[in-house]
């Protein structure tokens, strides 16, 4: 009963410690996220993928085909599931290729 | 590709979601569920039954033909101004809520106030990036609005069959915003958040004392993990949704069992349905509920209707499993898998490493299992009710970690984290319930 009485003290402590670092972090390092457009922070958390995505829905219309071509078709989730994310209802083949890259077909 | 900015969305979810709630609300008044709840008592479930009731009917509307939205929001809107109008009395008095606050209490309850801060904070900073959220959860939701109806295929191209809960108060969200925009709507995770908290305050707060129930709430709100889904970096998954929903169910649980009244019932068969709805992980905790159930209505009670009351959830759950079979919507995530008792010891090992992980738990784990073995004399019914759930839900997850064909140390330390949200208010309860004055 000591033990548990002192783990949840203990506990405690460190979410209280854990709450004051959050907030330092906040006012620090987390505060150049509130300066930055929405096209950075998307790029910060999701890297050349969104980058490439945004070229496509920048140069391919709604109603288009979308041919990307990559290197990983079948092992890349990430690219095969952001795709439909930025660029539905276009529709998208993914085919098998040495380089990233995309063609529109209106 | 479209980047809505403006601070206007925020406000316009917090609204929406303000609307969901006090549509819940309503619907609790005006069929006089839960009765003896005050009105705030009354706000987590009004919001859990508010989205799942609206999500519920969205998804009836949305197979028929294309959303329009003055005829989703219309018995919404209906129900309020009724609630109102019928129940004004009572909602008035219901709206006191007086509790004395020693200033330890006035000083918890300002660290819960820093710590929801926050994590309210952290949810408004930054888009989507959950891989859940733009792999399943608000991925859906952004197809079914920009199809205007549940497009079955959808599902096909996705290649999930995950229920829809999530995707169409996302769906919802974007419909009255007439945008989509993946930073305003994590703040329903947000809310989740501090719905989760709210439900677990005032149901500690019943049975125990103020300071008890604050303490134990900030304890709550403060896992690491559980802020990392109601706001930072990964609010977009599904988990903390079905945590909410599980606790909420354990409640009523408890308190139909306690009284057997059908004000009880009918909410519980309903938080049944939608938790089976929002997670297929929530089907098991909708079983046992309903084995439990079963148990105390026919054996106990010897009271059929009762049992006749409690599978209402079975009308949204067969609804769901007809649309999905009449789509061709069935992906076996087992396939190749069978069972491979050899994998248990590994299996436990890599559990007990998240267990013990401080950065994510703090001491929650290790405390529960102390609590279990020494203060298990101390456990009165509900506590035991709530140890029992959480057994059986964890079972469950050996069990598909038994069974699964992704390799265990893959699956393992990917999903182990998010599956103890489900359990983790449960756990805390089962701490608070059997921790000496």
Known sequence: MKAITVLITLWFILSVSRLGYNYLRAFTSEKNWIFMIDYQKKTRLLGDDFIFLSNIASSCSISSTVNIFNPFPKSDQKLFYLSYYYLYPRKLIFSPSNVLSYKCNE | ?437
């Not at chain 2, 996302?170 to 993946?182: A, E, K, N, P, S």
């Not at chain 2, 998954?237 to 019932?265: C, E, P, V």
């Not at chain 2, 992980?357 to 073995?373: D, E, R, T, V, Y």
Request: hydrophobic share 55%.
């Open chain 2, 1 to 437: 590709m479209s980047f809505p900015t403006s601070a206007m969305n925020e406000l316009i979810v917090v609204l929406v979601l303000v609307f969901i709630t006090l549509f819940g609300v309503a619907f609790l008044y005006l069929f006089q569920f839960l009765s003896d709840l005050n009105f705030w008592e009354k706000i987590p479930y009004g919001f859990g039954l508010g989205c799942g009731l609206l999500a519920i009917y969205m998804f009836v509307l949305g197979r028929i033909g294309h959303w329009q939205y003055p005829v989703i929001i219309t018995p919404l809107l209906l129900s309020i101004i009724l609630a109102i109008f019928l129940r004004f009395n009572q909602i008035k008095q219901d709206v006191i809520w007086r509790f004395s606050l020693d200033p330890w209490d006035k000083m918890l309850l300002a660290l819960i106030f820093l710590q929801v801060a926050y994590t309210g904070f952290e949810a408004w900073l930054r888009p989507l990036s959950a891989w859940d959220g733009w792999a399943i959860w608000l991925l859906k939701a952004k197809m079914f609005y920009q199809d205007g109806f549940v497009n079955p295929e959808i599902y096909h191209l996705t290649i999930s069959q995950y229920p829809y809960v999530v995707n169409l108060i996302g769906t919802f969200i974007y419909q009255t915003l007439g945008v989509v925009d993946d930073r305003a709507v994590l703040l329903f995770f947000f809310f989740v958040y501090l719905m989760l908290g709210l439900s677990f305050f005032s149901f500690i707060k019943s049975k125990f004392s103020i300071t008890r129930s604050i303490l134990f709430t900030f304890l709550l709100l403060s896992l690491q993990n559980i802020i990392r889904h109601g706001g930072r970096f990964e609010a977009g998954y599904a988990d903390l949704t079905l945590g909410f929903y599980l606790f909420l169910g354990f409640t009523l649980l408890q308190r139909y069992l306690t009284h057997s009244k059908i004000s009880t019932l009918i909410p519980l068969s309903l938080l049944m349905g939608i938790s089976s709805l929002v997670k297929e992980e929530g089907f098991v905790f909708t079983a046992i509920c309903q084995i439990i159930i079963f148990y105390h209505s026919i054996f106990r009670h010897k009271n059929f209707n009762h049992f006749l009351i409690s599978l209402i959830w079975l009308l949204p759950y067969i609804d769901w499993q007809i649309f999905k079979s009449l789509n061709s919507i069935y992906i076996n995530p087992y396939s190749g898998g069978m069972l491979d008792l050899a994998r248990f010891s590994q299996i436990v090992i890599l559990m007990g490493k998240e267990l013990a992980k401080i950065q994510n738990w703090n001491f929650l784990w290790p405390i529960f299992f102390l609590a279990l073995i020494f203060n298990k004399k101390n456990l009165k019914p509900d506590a035991k009710l709530a140890l029992l759930l959480l057994s059986l839900q964890f079972a469950s997850y050996l069990a598909i970690f038994l069974i699964t064909p992704i390799p265990i140390q893959v699956q393992v330390p990917n999903s182990f984290d998010r599956l103890l949200l489900h359990l983790a208010p449960l756990a805390l309860y089962t701490i608070a319930a059997s921790a000496k004055k």
